[in-house]
């Protein structure tokens, strides 16, 4: 695991916490250039991301992430921040639907919180600091009825990140009834196709929110 942040205490407070949950530290940078560099010399299968670093200390995490998944789609970003922005936790997981979390500096030192976060960024999931979690996630079902039990296959499956594709050979089905099943799911789950295109991230979000209560659901 790499860690890019700016501010030597936190790094070196993240770095100590994470040996105890028994992680390996393999480099610390900066800011994302740097961290940018560690990475092209030794891929590690997850990093830790300040949302704010030199040189304009805006959202450079946020575009690191965005800019590593076109080169490292296999590596994990956790983005921390001092700061409750619900707006830059959907910004993230707009631009990078899996292996993506934002989680705020003051909940890194939760032991659960934490180990849940860097399990589930690293295995493709996705994660939203439960503090802000009720201002990303999206509603519950609306008034067009239940789900079917292969519509929440369907949904599940999207919630782990697949492609239409990779949800059709999951369920050994074809893509069109894929493609089906979702445009008559999501206005079940009160998700509607919008311009920016981010319908599956809120449908991966209404799942980790109510998902556990279906699962029984599909026998």
């Known amino acids: 695991?790499?860690?890019?942040?700016?501010?030597?205490?936190?790094?070196?407070?993240?770095?100590?916490?994470?040996?105890?949950?028994?992680?390996?530290?393999?480099?610390?940078?900066?800011?994302?250039?740097?961290?940018?560099?560690?990475?092209?010399?030794?891929?590690?299968?997850?990093?830790?991301?300040?949302?704010?670093?030199?040189?304009?200390?805006?959202?450079?995490?946020?575009?690191?992430?965005?800019?590593?998944?076109?080169?490292?789609?296999?590596i994990g970003v956790l983005v921390v921040s001092s700061y409750a922005e619900p707006g830059w936790a959907r910004r993230l997981l707009a631009r990078r639907p899996r292996g993506v979390g934002y989680l705020l500096k003051d909940t890194v030192d939760d032991t659960a919180v934490l180990r849940d976060a860097l399990h589930r960024v690293a295995h493709g999931g996705v994660l939203v600091d439960p503090k802000i979690s009720a201002q990303v996630a999206v509603p519950a079902p609306g008034p067009d009825g239940p789900l079917s039990p292969r519509e929440i296959e369907v949904l599940r499956e999207m919630a782990e990140g697949r492609s239409n594709a990779g949800v059709a050979t999951a369920l050994s089905i074809s893509v069109r009834t894929v493609e089906n099943h979702i445009r008559r799911l999501l206005p079940k789950i009160g998700v509607f196709e919008d311009p920016d295109g981010n319908a599956r991230v809120r449908a991966a979000l209404w799942w980790r929110d109510h998902g556990e209560n279906l699962g029984s659901s599909t026998g």
Do not use: K, N, S, Y
Request: no cysteine; charged share 25%; net charge negative.
């Open 1 to 74: 695991m790499a860690i890019a942040d700016d501010h030597p205490p936190f790094v070196r407070g993240l770095a100590a916490w994470l040996a105890e949950l028994g992680v390996d530290v393999t480099g610390v940078a900066g800011d994302a250039r740097e961290l940018a560099a560690l990475v092209a010399l030794d891929p590690p299968d997850l990093v830790i991301v300040d949302v704010a670093m030199p040189p304009d200390r805006r959202d450079e995490g946020i575009r690191f992430a965005e800019e590593l998944d076109a080169t490292h789609p296999g």
